[in-house]
Structure formats: C-alpha cells, structure tokens
C-alpha cells in the first residue's frame, strides 16, 4: 500500500485523519504524544532532527504536515517551530526522495488573528489564496512564512509536488455548533471567526488533496465551509465589522443571487486544482449535530 506521514497525529485533526487513511494506506505517524492511531507510531518532534531519524527505517511517499505550534504563541516559538521546524522536516523528507506534500496553513495567513490596531481589514472579498499576509501575529505570520518556504522548495525541487492548505476554525460537526458572535459581538478577529469549516469537510480535503495525481508544482487552496459562519446574510455581517472599523470593501459579490451567505473564502481554487468543494454547512440555523 502507498505509504503516507502524518506529523501531529496525536491532534484533533491527525488522529482522524490517521483513521480515515488507515484503511487504504499505509500510514507513519508522528508526534509528541503516543498514540495508536496509525499503522506504525513513532514518538518525537518534527522539528528535532534527532526524533526525525526515528523514520529512516520506512519509505514515505506522502508527507501530511499538520503538526505545528498555535494561535497564541510567541514570535520565538513560532518561527523556531512553523517556520524552521517545518524547513529541517522537509529538508529531512526531501533528501529521502519523498516528493509529494500537504501542507497544513491557516487562514490566520491572511492575518485575521490581530486584535489590536490597526485592525485586519483583507484587500478584497471573498479572500483569495494568492492574498498576502496583512496580520501582526505571530502565529498567522508563521504560517505565511511557511508558505513561502514551501514555494522556494517548489522552485528548488521540480519534480515534487506541494500543496498548502489554509485550513478554517475546524469544529467537530458531531457535536453542538459553536454559538456565532452576533452583530454586536463580532471580535476583532472576526474574519478568522466567520470562517469555521467541518471536521468532515478537512479531513475529506485533506485526504483528497494527498491522494490526488502527482502534478508537480506548489498550489496553495483555501479549506473552509461552503457559507459564512453567521446567523445573518455575508453583506450584513461584514458590514457591521467594517462600521465598528470605519473601513470599508467591495462587497458586491455577496449581493449576487445564491451567494447571499456566500464564505469569506474563496473555494474556486480548490475545485478548480483538486475538484474538491466543502458540503457541510457552517451556518448555525443549517447546522444539526450528527449522530456519532
């Protein structure tokens, strides 16, 4: 069976992933925490070069990167891990001829998580993934820098095949929805909190996205629900944020018909590269837990 590297998969999304992936594949997994989840373990650090030489022993053909440090870091954790972390990991997985990659981003790489002036304000609706990041966190520029550093690797690497993915605010569709801020309690960050997307949805990208034809290159795609994370309609949400920030943006596109609750985030680019598109509302009223 084709064998497969999943980094964190002691995580929320590596453990179900591991699962899902099981079945077909062979699947390495990696991570601080023991867990038995995958079809061989292996305890360590992604970022430790030392813990890396644990997977010598196995031919990787795909490596799913999920493991990294999160929102709230500081600039010194993030960069140590995200950014040079992740380059000693592919360095490691690409002198061993692994050539197939999927990259765990965030849409923190737009740079929703800033909570202080001046407030996150994209260049354009729904966000796109060639936007660059506008952010001043950590966390968020860690994941751009990351992204960066996989493009030079494309460039670097020809043959290989690279996809970052800039995952949403991930819940668990099986339990209840999280409770959307209303009008008055949109945060700062509300463009991170508008863009949540289902545990189903992500690992079913996800898995399409490593399963998916060699095609040489680096493509960058967006994994979020297929509507905006609010009870009312995209242009009135995003309207009473940017009021609250004196800002304002094209928002044209929502007032098109059948696009009324439309994301954020475009998904044209993950249909389009991988014929992946998100089924799982986000919506709270649309939203009815599952049975486990």
């Excluded at 997985?93 to 740079?111: N, P």
């Excluded at 460039?155 to 569709?173: K, L, P, Q, S, Y």
């Excluded at 992500?202 to 629900?225: M, Q, S, Y």
Aim: aromatic share 8%.
């Amino acid at each position: 069976m084709p064998s497969i590297l999943i980094t964190g998969t002691s995580g929320f999304l590596g453990t179900a992933l591991a699962r899902r992936l099981a079945a077909d594949h062979e699947v390495i997994g990696l991570s601080r925490q023991p867990v038995d989840v995958a079809t061989h373990n292996r305890t360590g650090a992604f970022h430790a070069f030392e813990d890396l030489r644990a997977l010598d022993e196995f031919n990787i053909d795909t490596a799913i990167h999920l493991a990294a440090t999160v929102g709230g870091c500081s600039e010194e954790d993030a960069i140590a891990v995200n950014v040079a972390g992740t380059r000693r990991l592919m360095r490691y997985l690409l002198d061993r001829g692994v050539r197939k990659f999927v990259m765990a981003s965030s849409i923190c790489a737009y740079g929703g998580l800033t909570t202080h002036n001046p407030p996150f304000i994209p260049r354009q609706l729904p966000m796109r993934p060639t936007d660059r990041y506008l952010g001043h966190d950590a966390y968020g520029l860690s994941k751009w820098l990351m992204e960066e550093l996989v493009r030079d690797f494309s460039r670097a690497c020809a043959d290989a095949d690279f996809a970052n993915v800039r995952i949403g605010a991930v819940f668990d569709e099986r339990d209840a929805f999280p409770s959307p801020p209303t009008i008055d309690e949109i945060p700062t960050w509300a463009f991170v909190a508008l863009g949540r997307v289902a545990l189903t949805d992500v690992i079913d990208g996800l898995t399409t996205f490593a399963t998916a034809p060699h095609r040489p290159g680096e493509r960058t795609v967006n994994l979020v629900g297929p509507d905006i994370a609010a009870h009312d309609p995209t242009v009135v949400t995003v309207q009473a944020f940017l009021k609250k920030c004196d800002a304002d943006l094209d928002l044209s596109y929502y007032q098109q018909p059948g696009r009324e609750y439309a994301s954020l985030y475009s998904m044209d680019e993950t249909q389009r590269d991988f014929g992946f598109v998100p089924r799982i509302s986000v919506r709270p009223k649309q939203h009815e837990p599952v049975d486990r």
